[in-house]
């Protein structure tokens, strides 16, 4: 099946810094990648919608500001969380759609972050 | 927009038998519906979807069947085992490439030996 990858799997960060994730699809071009969001113990909440080479459409109570979403290739997709908060913390995970029509969508691995 | 309920939250039963976990949603225009089981820390993992020109489909131990009328669908797993432990969610969407899924707030299953 196609394959996903997230960089970093685990980061910890203090409070104000700004962090990166990488999301790439390795085997298969990604016309688009989700970005989720969870919290302990509860359900997948959709952030963004990326889609190779235009601007995100971000979630209602998603701040755009914050966590900005670039989809320069069709297998890069990156997430980066500015001036992070102990808030932040949580689990960020990737999905990507391929070409077929179908959407069946292929999740990365995650990032566990963690701002102190 | 879609909202998809699923119910129980949590689910315990033992061994050999056989667990029922139930999606309702919203829109009625979303035809692709996935069941993901997640680990603690791991990713949702796919473990069977339908598409509304079907029904039913079964693969193995775990079946989906699907009401489109009633707007709900169904995942049954048989013959449970300790390994089925985990967090399964179940998800709606329109059959589009760049539609996002909407997720249930996930099922707890515990598999008592």
């Known amino acids: 099946g196609a394959v996903v990858s997230q960089h970093p799997s685990r980061v910890i960060c203090k409070s104000g810094t700004s962090v990166k994730i990488e999301c790439r699809s390795l085997?298969?071009?990604?016309?688009?990648m989700f970005w989720y969001r969870q919290f302990p113990k509860k359900s997948l909440m959709l952030m963004a919608t990326s889609n190779e080479g235009s601007k995100a459409t971000y979630e209602q109570g998603v701040e755009k500001d914050k966590f900005l979403i670039n989809h320069a290739s069709l297998t890069l997709s990156t997430l980066t969380v500015t001036s992070a908060h102990p808030e932040d913390s949580s689990f960020y995970i990737c999905?990507?759609?391929?070409?077929?029509?179908?959407?069946?969508?292929?999740f990365g691995p995650g990032t566990r972050l963690t701002v102190l | 927009g879609e909202n998809v309920e699923q119910h129980p939250s949590t689910l315990s039963v033992q061994e050999g038998d056989s667990a029922v976990i139930k999606c309702t949603y919203s829109d009625s225009a979303s035809n692709y519906f996935p069941w993901y089981k997640q680990e603690l820390g791991k990713r949702p993992q796919l473990i069977i979807d339908i598409r509304s020109n079907v029904g039913e489909k079964k693969d193995q131990r775990i079946a989906v069947t699907l009401n489109k009328t009633a707007k709900h669908f169904s995942l049954h797993i048989t013959e449970t085992q300790p390994e089925d432990s985990a967090v399964y969610f179940c998800a709606a969407s329109r059959n589009s490439g760049n539609t996002p899924l909407v997720f249930g707030k996930g099922t707890r299953l515990s598999v008592i030996a």
């Open positions: 999905s990507a759609s391929g070409t077929s029509g179908y959407n069946e969508q292929f």
């Open positions: 085997d298969f071009q990604a016309t688009t």
